[in-house]
């Protein structure tokens, strides 16, 4: 087993590759660890394949992942997670903006006994209005919603013990909160801050577009968090909201009828014969009822989907360094 594993997603990253491999070797050589990096290619077309066969023939402890086709950075590093072998986990962009040298100090705050260390990139060179602004927000978002308070989800570097992301499943978009989820198996966080640099090679993969994905992953990640072993407490909230105005209502209809034919009141015949008293009730209970029923529905899927086999969200198209 090695000491660290680096995980590295790459999508059309041609002109940075050799750059990065000469950046990660120096860094990780400097170390006095046992190290691997894997390289995930999730279906690039530029030539970044070629360009990571090459940088292995210099470096053995490069170990290659080709996807068939895009499945997206969460399906990347799921794969990298699932492949390493190192004690500690540590993820980073391509792009070269993530600087590899700070990887030490990541591995620094490992030691101290942390299982997750995420980097604080509190110096950006991005563009403000369509990068720094839109992840500022996001941030105290992802915080308050999920409880765990990072200045930083969006930042890749990051580093894992690696028993607390083997046993993270991730899907959609679900990448940026893994120290969230980590939290909620019992993970220990960390945050330091590391150096940020601009782009010079190729374009950003990451844009206003990726705004409502987020936030709608972030709705899984709450459920998750809160009620994924008990989804009809969510659902049971959602029916009382409806299920407690309706027997009300339905409470006010039937004392107007009692009112109306014991005292006749002119109040009352009013309120008896207005269809907006008689239907919404009907209607609100079986809104209840429905949200119920999806509660229950939920709770047999969820037993399902923990009882349920493995299933990849990627497919691979080839390997390289992983005969042994």
């Not at 765990?148 to 580093?159: E, F, N, R, S």
Request: hydrophobic share 45%; charged share 25%.
């Amino acid at each position: 087993m090695k000491d660290i594993s680096i995980v590295v997603p790459v999508y059309n990253e041609v002109e940075n590759i050799a750059l990065l491999c000469q950046a990660l070797s120096e860094a990780l050589e400097k170390l006095d660890r046992v190290w691997e990096v894997l390289f995930i290619d999730d279906g690039s077309t530029d030539g970044t394949w070629d360009k990571l066969l090459e940088a292995r023939k210099d470096q053995p402890a490069f170990r290659l992942i080709r996807f068939r086709r895009n499945f997206g950075q969460t399906a990347a590093m799921t794969a990298g997670f699932r492949e390493a072998t190192g004690k500690v986990v540590v993820t980073l962009d391509a792009d070269l903006q993530n600087d590899p040298a700070d990887i030490p100090l990541l591995l620094a705050k490992i030691d101290e006994g942390y299982d997750v260390v995420s980097g604080w990139r509190k110096v950006r060179h991005d563009r403000f209005l369509t990068r720094r602004l839109p992840s500022m927000l996001a941030n105290a978002l992802i915080s308050r919603i999920t409880g765990v308070a990072l200045h930083d989800y969006g930042c890749t570097l990051k580093a894992y013990r690696r028993e607390v992301v083997q046993n993270i499943r991730l899907y959609g978009e679900m990448h940026r909160f893994i120290p969230a989820l980590a939290s909620w198996v019992g993970g220990s966080l960390a945050e330091v801050v590391v150096n940020h640099r601009p782009r010079q090679f190729g374009i950003s993969k990451y844009g206003l577009n990726r705004t409502l994905r987020v936030a709608l992953d972030l709705a899984t990640v709450k459920f998750l968090l809160r009620y994924s072993t008990r989804p009809l407490h969510i659902f049971g909230k959602l029916g009382l909201l409806f299920g407690l105005p309706g027997l009300l209502m339905m409470a006010a209809v039937a004392l107007g009828h009692i009112s109306f034919l014991v005292f006749g009141t002119e109040f009352a015949a009013d309120l008896v014969k207005r269809p907006f008293w008689v239907i919404t009730p009907f209607m609100l209970i079986l809104f209840c009822l429905q949200f119920v029923s999806m509660g229950l529905l939920a709770e047999l899927q969820t037993r399902t989907y923990h009882e349920s086999q493995n299933k990849p969200i990627y497919v691979i198209r080839e390997t390289v360094g992983f005969d042994e």
